[in-house]
């Protein structure tokens, strides 16, 4: 089945130490997106490329990079990670021209900072 | 700016008994919206989606949507719920001037008691 594939599903780190959490997909979509979820929180979203081309959200730390080698591939690079970093990290993938725009999630990493 | 209200934080049903989760919207033209459920330690999976097609939208495991332009509104229903339902659902619409963003609502926790 096509999907989107999140690795690790649990990730701990300490405090500093930069983390990386991966994303792929077999949807073969032009639109990559990350989100960072807190606890009883909507996604909020982070960045997103389209095909290789970054955007930024205006609110996202310098703390959070991103990179795309691929289509199939996307990283989240967390520099320095904090205690307030701790968090659900989302990929989701949404197809060039998509009138209806739904975007396609992945099953989501959990960061704990300790 | 388009924007989406969740009328409700929690709500609590029994298993066998109605579902309806509230969702308002404001938006300058008729948008497409999704209603996205997220289980516990989950990536978000589309429940349905509306585009302007038919007004009365039927998704997946029972749910239902219809979209009244009238009272900007989508609620959220289902006949029936069951203890697999409970969880966390979003209501979402795209981003106005950005086709490829989302804008979620701030969710509805779904109780189902026994």
């Known amino acids: 089945d096509a999907m989107v594939i999140q690795n690790p599903r649990y990730q701990v780190t300490q405090f500093g130490k930069p983390v990386t959490l991966s994303c792929s997909q077999t949807?073969?979509?032009?639109?990559m997106y990350w989100y960072q979820q807190k606890s009883s929180q909507a996604p909020k979203l982070l960045f997103h490329?389209?095909?290789?081309?970054?955007?930024n959200e205006a609110d996202t730390p310098d703390n959070f990079q991103s990179r795309r080698p691929n289509t199939s591939f996307c990283f989240l690079d967390i520099r320095s990670p904090g205690l307030g970093d701790a968090a659900m990290y989302l990929c989701?993938?949404?197809?060039?021209?998509?009138?209806?725009?739904?975007?396609?999630f992945g099953p989501g990493t959990r960061l704990t900072v300790l | 700016a388009q924007s989406v209200t969740q009328l409700d934080s929690h709500v609590s049903v029994s298993e066998g008994t109605p579902v309806l989760l509230r969702c308002n919207y404001s938006?300058?033209?008729?948008?497409?919206l999704f209603w996205y459920v997220q289980h516990p330690n989950k990536g978000l999976q589309l429940l349905l989606k509306?585009?302007?097609?038919?007004?009365l939208v039927k998704g997946i495991n029972g749910f239902e949507a219809e979209f009244k332009k009238s009272e900007t509104s989508f609620h959220l229903t289902k006949p029936s719920a069951h203890m697999s339902d409970a969880a966390e659902y979003f209501c979402?619409?795209?981003?106005?001037?950005?086709?490829?963003?989302?804008?979620f609502g701030s969710g509805t926790q779904l109780t189902v008691l026994p």
């Open positions: 938006s300058s033209y008729s948008p497409s």
């Open positions: 949807l073969n979509h032009n639109v």
């Open positions: 509306y585009t302007s097609a038919a007004t």
């Open positions: 989701a993938t949404s197809p060039q021209g998509s009138y209806s725009n739904e975007q396609f």
């Open positions: 490329y389209y095909d290789k081309d970054f955007n």
């Open positions: 979402v619409v795209p981003r106005i001037g950005s086709a490829r963003q989302l804008t």
